[in-house]
């Protein structure tokens, strides 16, 4: 079916012709293949950037040059973008990132892909191109690299993690042995990458929707303790009952949940890890929130659960609560204190989803009002009386809270 979509056709029409060649590679033609939902539509072509653009502007398409020193244009049909690339071969690398330059022979740009299954090509009248032995390699879900393993790889070290990532998502049985052993030869040079790439495909890998016999292979390798030393110790053993508990739950797969799944739950660890591989602010914040919001204990009142989510915020109480119950779930079986606590926390789980936050009636306002002169005094006056408030479960309304004033001015 996303073959014949109308903009695709639109665009092979429009490239392939006056000497021009497109064909659809990569993510779209490997999905298709293998009965899975195609996402985005990249093309490769033998016409330049140039003249690429040229020929949708004549056709009244939108064309961005996204990555235009790649020889990369996306073009815009309806509002969905489809990335087109001129045919590249390999000039020279520094095993950080392959240097390109353009060409017209599909071979070559087969050969320079790192996967057999990211190789194939489907042309203009929908027949599946196959020059490095892809489709077989689809046929046994087999994530193997094309060519010598060693050489790919020495030519772009972020394939190593490309191996386990395509092999969490699309491998079947074992990875590729010749793959596996290059990738573990090539481990001490994962430092030489740079952090965002590094973080970027660990999550695509951890988002799969069952990471678990990547990330073993991963730390068979000792590519895993590369990457993420933290996991050394704690193991990945807590990732089967996460995964076991999405799927009984409805919970959708997010990769910092399952990172937090196999890291210590210890602030200076986890900020040295979220540093090492440059995380964003937001998603430090996340895991910090791992080693600093309370873990409901079995017997936590509704009260004290309560005040936790108006301290910690929802999100992070969401987070940690899911954790503990998919732990807990893995070990119900003949045991009735893991099955009482899997129970309580599911009703905790739901309660903090269903939370809405109570607002703090009073304003800093009210504090100067009450007679406090403008400044530090008053925040201070304000987070005593919210305190307060907390702990009485919210019950003080602002009638309460404004008798209270006078002494917690004086104090
Ligand atoms: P996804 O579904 O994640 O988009 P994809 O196969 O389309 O999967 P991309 O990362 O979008 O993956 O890359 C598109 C294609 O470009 C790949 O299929 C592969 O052929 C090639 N490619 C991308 N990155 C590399 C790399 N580091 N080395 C060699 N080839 C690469
Ligand atoms: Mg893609």
């Known amino acids: 079916a996303w073959f014949r979509d109308p903009a695709l056709t639109r665009l092979f029409a429009l490239l392939h012709a006056d000497g021009g060649e497109v064909r659809v590679v990569g993510g779209a033609v490997r999905n298709s293949l293998m009965g899975l939902p195609v996402g985005d539509i990249d093309l490769a072509t033998t016409l330049v950037p140039e003249v690429v653009v040229e020929r949708a502007k004549a056709a009244g398409i939108k064309a961005v040059p996204t990555g235009i020193e790649h020889g990369t244009v996306t073009l815009v049909i309806d509002g969905t973008g489809f990335e087109v690339t001129t045919l590249r071969r390999d000039v020279e690398t520094d095993g950080r990132r392959a240097q390109v330059a353009f060409g017209t022979d599909w071979q070559v740009d087969a050969e320079r892909r790192d996967l057999t299954i990211n190789a194939l090509y489907v042309d203009e009248r929908g027949e599946v191109i196959d020059l490095v032995g892809g489709l077989a390699d689809i046929e046994t879900k087999t994530v193997r690299f094309i060519g010598d393993a ?113 890291v210590p739950k210890d602030v200076q660890r986890l900020a040295t890890l979220s540093e090492r591989l440059r995380l964003s602010k937001a998603e430090a914040a996340y895991l910090e929130r791992f080693a600093l919001a309370p873990k409901p204990g079995d017997s936590v009142t509704d009260a004290v659960f309560d005040r936790d989510l108006y301290r910690f915020g929802t999100e992070g109480i969401i987070a940690v609560v899911k954790l503990e119950l998919a732990a807990a779930r893995s070990n119900v079986e003949g045991n009735p204190k893991s099955m009482a606590r899997a129970g309580r926390l599911s009703v905790l789980l739901g309660r903090a989803q269903k939370y809405e936050r109570p607002r703090f009636p009073l304003t800093g306002g009210d504090v100067m009002a009450a007679g406090a002169d403008a400044g530090p005094k008053v925040g201070e006056a304000l987070r005593k009386l919210e305190d307060e408030w907390i702990s009485s479960s919210f019950s003080m309304d602002r009638e309460k809270l404004l008798a209270r004033l006078p002494e917690i001015l004086k104090s």
């Open 150 to 262: 060693d050489t790919r790889i020495a030519e772009d070290y972020l394939r190593v993690l490309r191996f386990f990532r395509f092999f969490a998502h699309y491998g079947g049985g074992r990875p590729d042995a010749a793959g596996l052993k290059a990738c573990a030869r090539a481990r001490d040079r994962l430092k030489t990458l740079s952090a965002e790439r590094v973080w970027s495909e660990m999550k695509k890998l951890l988002v799969a929707t069952d990471p678990g016999r990547a990330l073993l292979w991963m730390r068979q390798s000792g590519v895993l303790t590369e990457i993420l030393p933290e996991t050394e110790k704690w193991g990945i053993d807590a990732i089967p009952g996460l995964i076991a508990a999405e799927q009984a739950l409805g919970w959708k797969p997010e990769a910092l949940l399952r990172l937090a799944a196999i």
